[in-house]
């Protein structure tokens, strides 16, 4: 257990973890920091943290554990405010979304005796600010640290115990090996979806077409609502993995276009197949951080009560619904439900008992 967590940036990435801390009984104190009141009223509401304030110095002193979750352009300049404040063997990390500049520059910074350990979960959304915050966003994601090899394990052992502890799998690689990889599956593809939306803007009469958007604009855009402050921040830092991964998804899609452009049937198909079958490796039954997930589809008719009968029969049952999401609504009709069971058991029971007492499920 820590005695004394800060965490400087109560938004949605601080805020969860504060969550997290508090919900797993992780830390004994766990201090927010920020300079938005609003944001430290609600972390202090919701219950993130035991104490708030905007001093970044005055509330490091006697911690063990700093962790700076702020827009990455800010993590250097807030080491700076708080370095001299900070106790012997402290060890201070961030969350940030890009390792090298920020490591190398916070690495030199870090007085005798404190140490500096990167970390980035691989978890978040859209949404930005402690309202956004979760309690269970670690779950089951990968969080990767990034120390250096001359880091004393005792620092790095202190950053693997925050990330396991709220429920992440911890991975450790260089701060250049992160770079390059979250350009290609986090940065690149912000951007493909950025750009995405801004063609529409940029058609004439594009924007008139968003309705008409069904699953496939939704989930190729879903991260461009994201908060552009910090996107522009990741872009900046990480700009010379991002400009490579970039060159690279440019000549893809040169490739398409001149394959559509001279109708090569085969060359389309080759590489349509390949996208598909590498896609495909994504596992099937991965949805948000819950891990396997068996899944059924029901319909419902348009009723009161009817989500209630449902969680009702299965209850009675002693199935557990691990995560239920409505599909569809039709008024006046009635709508779709997804249920997810922690186990094909689970997932077959449900099945039986629904269909036996009238319903319309689909297993998926
Ligand atoms: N959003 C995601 O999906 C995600 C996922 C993983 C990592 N990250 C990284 O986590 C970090 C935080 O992102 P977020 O989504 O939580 O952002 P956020 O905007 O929700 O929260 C950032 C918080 O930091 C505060 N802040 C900014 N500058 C500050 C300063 N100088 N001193 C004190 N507080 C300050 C803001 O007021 C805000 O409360 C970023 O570095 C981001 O790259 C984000
Ligand atoms: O929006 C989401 O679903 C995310 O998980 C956000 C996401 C990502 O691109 O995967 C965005 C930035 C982070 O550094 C890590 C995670």
Redesign the pocket.
């Known amino acids: 257990m820590f005695d004394r967590v800060v965490i400087?940036?109560?938004?949605?990435?601080?805020?969860?973890l504060g969550l997290a801390l508090r919900r797993r009984s992780l830390a004994r104190r766990v201090v927010g920091?920020?300079?938005?009141p609003e944001?430290l009223r609600l972390a202090m509401e919701s219950g993130a943290v035991h104490e708030t304030t905007?001093d970044?110095a005055g509330a490091v002193r006697g911690s063990e554990l700093v962790v700076i979750?702020?827009?990455?352009g800010?993590?250097t300049?807030?080491l700076k405010?708080l370095r001299n404040y900070l106790s012997f063997g402290a060890v201070v990390t961030?969350?940030?979304?890009?390792k090298v500049e920020v490591c190398t520059r916070a690495a030199e910074m870090m007085p005798p005796g404190t140490w500096f350990v990167g970390g980035?979960?691989?978890?978040?959304?859209?949404?930005?600010?402690?309202a956004?915050a979760d309690p269970y966003l670690f779950e089951n994601a990968f969080y990767i640290i990034t120390p250096f090899p001359d880091t004393p394990a005792r620092a790095v052992e202190r950053v693997k115990l925050l990330a396991a502890g709220v429920g992440a799998r911890v991975v450790q690689m260089t701060p250049e090996q992160h770079d390059r990889a979250v350009a290609a599956v986090s940065h690149v593809p912000h951007l493909v979806a950025a750009a995405l939306v801004n063609t529409l803007v940029e058609m004439p009469g594009g924007e008139d077409f968003l309705p008409l958007g069904a699953g496939g604009f939704r989930d190729t855009t879903r991260v461009a609502a994201?908060?552009p402050?910090?996107w522009r921040?990741?872009f900046l830092s990480n700009r010379g993995a991002v400009i490579e991964v970039l060159a690279c998804f440019r000549r893809e899609l040169e490739r398409l276009e001149r394959a559509i452009s001279d109708r090569r049937e085969e060359e389309i198909l080759t590489l349509l197949e390949q996208a598909s079958r590498v896609r495909k490796k994504i596992p099937a039954r991965m949805r948000g951080y819950l891990g396997s997930m068996f899944e059924i589809v029901v319909g419902i008719p348009d009723r009161p009560g009817m989500i209630a009968g449902i969680a009702g029969l299965l209850g009675e049952a002693g199935i557990n619904i691990s995560d239920i999401e409505i599909l569809r609504v039709r008024e006046g009709e009635g709508g779709s439900i997804r249920l997810a069971f922690a186990t094909a058991a689970g997932q077959e029971e449900a099945v039986r008992i629904l269909r036996q007492a009238g319903y319309q499920v689909v297993k998926r």
């Open positions: 400087i940036g109560v938004g949605l990435i601080g805020g969860s920091v920020d300079k938005n944001n905007c970044p979750a702020t827009p990455v800010e993590t300049s807030v405010q961030d969350v940030g979304s890009t980035h979960p691989m978890a978040g959304s859209e949404y930005s600010g402690m956004g994201g908060n402050l910090m921040d990741i």
